[in-house]
């Protein structure tokens, strides 16, 4: 029987602020194509709308060394069009939206675990899990899902987190800052070989993180199968072991079939099915609970509709 608790959606207009530049596929129309696919699929009204705050810095920090937080802000404030650290263009609100979009999660996180919501989608830019502890790269300012993950640790006490990342590109900063903790487990599928180069089956996590990191590289060309037998046949195994208290989500949505940033084949009932086989684990171990946030996702004609039919299946857990 569903859980008669709303689902979360978590979404600010300064996310939109922050300007890539022209003809840049990571643009303010992304977050457009979902709310106009939201209202035409009526689950508006399904929605309880939270509004965000800014993570603050001691939240940032927890994830990324005070040296590079306070270059990227210098940058920012300076007025330079890309972060020294990597190809992640700024633009005047970018500190802002990138606090906004770091801190998206952590709102839903509360309104989660204070029994208000049963999971939550945060529709949120700039995105983040290619930020890594010491640098911003491949469009994120700063790691929104493993900011969130911390954030309930700490403020929470959540004990073990899985970090569930279908983005077509792995998310190596969510690697690189978990790689050696093992109270978070970070699962990637994602096509390889592909930016940002990272992501073999080998890197498995070091120390006390050894077999909390499990990536399976997908060959371009690879579509459902490949995906549904990476979630099956490894990844809910080594949950049985793992046993998470929270599920969250990198949901990116360039490996459709469409995206022009992926060569993966997947489709609008492929995501839906990743989606129920998530809110299974999260409802197997967690009490249901899981957050997902934006991250990939660059075919304007086709976005809103998959992040549409990935919301609807939330609403429906």
């Known amino acids: 029987m569903a859980n008669q608790l709303p689902t979360g959606f978590v979404f600010h207009p300064t996310c939109k602020e922050h300007i890539a530049g022209i003809d840049h596929p990571e643009c303010p129309e992304r977050l457009d194509a979902i709310l106009q696919a939201l209202a035409a699929e009526n689950l508006e009204g399904r929605l309880l709308k939270l509004a965000p705050r800014e993570a603050t810095l001691e939240e940032i920090t927890a994830c990324h060394t005070p040296a590079y937080v306070a270059l990227a802000r210098a940058e920012i404030a300076a007025g330079e069009t890309q972060l020294s650290t990597g190809d992640t263009a700024v633009s005047a609100l970018s500190w802002k939206a990138a606090l906004l979009a770091a801190g998206a999660a952590e709102v839903a996180i509360d309104a989660l675990l204070e029994g208000k919501i049963k999971n939550a989608f945060c529709a949120v830019r700039p995105p983040g899990h290619h ?29 073990k987190v899985a970090i569930v990342d279908w983005d077509v590109h792995h998310g190596n900063g969510t690697q690189d800052i978990f790689y050696s903790d093992g109270s978070v487990f970070y699962f990637s599928t994602h096509q390889f070989p592909w930016y940002p180069g990272t992501g073999y089956t080998e890197e498995k996590g070091s120390g006390q993180g050894q077999g909390c990191i499990l990536n399976c590289p997908l060959m371009a060309g690879s579509g459902r199968q490949e995906q549904l037998a990476a979630f099956t046949e490894q990844f809910l195994p080594a949950m049985e072991k ?9 949901a990116g949505f360039d490996g459709h079939e469409e995206d022009p940033l992926g060569r993966l084949k997947l489709n609008d009932a492929d995501f839906v099915e990743l989606t129920r086989l998530t809110v299974d684990l999260a409802r197997q171990y967690a009490q249901g609970h899981l957050v997902s946030l934006l991250e990939g996702g660059y075919n304007l004609e086709t976005l809103g509709q998959t992040v549409a039919g990935h919301i609807r299946a939330l609403v429906e857990a």
Do not use: D, T, W
């Open 131 to 159: 930020a890594c502890r010491e640098r911003g790269m491949g469009f994120c300012i700063f790691n929104n899902v493993a900011i969130a993950a911390r954030y309930a640790q700490r403020q929470h006490k959540v004990g």
């Open 242 to 250: 793992f046993k998470p208290e929270l599920v969250l989500v990198s």
